[in-house]
């Protein structure tokens, strides 16, 4: 069974879920995480492209398996999402980023924003019957929550009483892959949103011709009209970086800047860039 290495083999087949038996041990496993803690948040900074400063993280979760190593969360947090641990793994998420959070605004000044993802399946009431933001005594300006555009449509009034919940304590909202969702826009004024964060397959095609251009355009002057801030996913050349300063795009995120890397290592980052 040892293919490619165990490594190798057992990422394989849990991305894969090949089998019935694959899928129901990864879900032993992920039961196991959460109690043993197995998770960890990395962070990403997002650079303000007019000042050249990084003013906010976006935290990503990572599982670090005893046996396996490195699990990206594309394959796990589908499965947690359809069995309802999605509930666990997000109310770590935002223990884990809020103390985060209340570091990096003494480190890094009470501007600092840390953004938070949180899928479809934990947007419903039912899944937030411990309501974390009731017990929330920190300054949720300080907080972003990411959300796709398909979440908006289906369920429209548990997510606005949401929405409006998140507003009441300042956290901002941010529309995660804008561009690949739905045709309808009128969510756009319906909900009050903060960012959208335009899907990096639009980033990545700009310099492959005008089109691209010009739709990434569109969006930035579309969201400016409506005052939202943009934000570019998956910048990675600077190239992409100076044609987004160009159409007055206002933050950016991607390898170029940096890949997410874990908490200590976000911090010496800062330093660097500070310099
Ligand atoms: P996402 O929210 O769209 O996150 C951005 C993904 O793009 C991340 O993948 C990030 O590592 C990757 N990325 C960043 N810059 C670049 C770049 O320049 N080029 C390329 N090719 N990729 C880049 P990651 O960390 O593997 O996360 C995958 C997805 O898993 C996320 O997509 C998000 O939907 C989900 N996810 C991650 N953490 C959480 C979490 O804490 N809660 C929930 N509910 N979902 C999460
Ligand atoms: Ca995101
Ligand atoms: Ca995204
Ligand atoms: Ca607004």
């Known amino acids: 069974a040892k293919r490619q290495g165990r490594n190798r083999y057992c990422y394989f087949t849990y991305s894969m879920q090949e089998t019935a038996k694959m899928r129901q041990r990864l879900i032993v496993d992920l039961h196991q995480a959460l109690k043993e803690n197995q998770f960890v948040l990395y962070y990403q900074p997002i650079v ?162 005008k089109q691209y251009q010009t739709l990434c355009e569109a969006m930035i002057l579309m969201a400016h009209k409506l005052n939202i801030k943009v934000i570019a996913e998956g910048v990675e050349t600077e190239e992409q970086k100076n044609m987004l300063i160009a159409m007055g795009c206002d933050y950016g995120q991607g390898y170029l800047f940096s890949p997410p890397v874990p908490a200590d290592v976000f911090e010496q980052f800062m330093v660097q860039w500070q310099k």
Not at 95 to 100: K, Y
Not at 117 to 133: G, I, M, R, V, Y
Not at 153 to 180: H, L, P
Not at 196 to 203: A, L, T, Y
């Open 48 to 209: 303000d492209l007019g000042k050249n400063t990084i003013s906010k993280a976006e935290s990503l979760i990572r599982w670090h398996h005893p046996d396996h190593g490195m699990i990206s969360p594309a394959d796990f947090i589908p499965v947690a999402e359809e069995t309802g641990l999605i509930v666990p793994l997000g109310d770590w998420v935002f223990n884990e980023a809020i103390g985060q959070g209340n570091r990096w605004n003494l480190l890094f000044g009470p501007d600092f924003q840390i953004s938070i993802n949180k899928s479809p399946a934990q947007f419903t009431q039912k899944s937030e019957h411990h309501d974390w933001l009731d017990d929330l005594d920190v300054n949720g300006s300080n907080f972003v929550i990411e959300i796709t555009e398909g979440m908006l449509i289906e369920n429209t009034s548990t997510v606005e009483k949401r929405i409006q919940k998140y507003k009441n304590k300042k956290i901002e909202v941010a529309i995660d892959d804008f561009g690949t969702g739905y045709s309808s826009l009128s969510y756009l004024n319906k909900f009050d949103i903060d960012y959208i964060k335009i899907d990096r397959s639009f980033i990545n095609n700009l310099s492959q011709g």
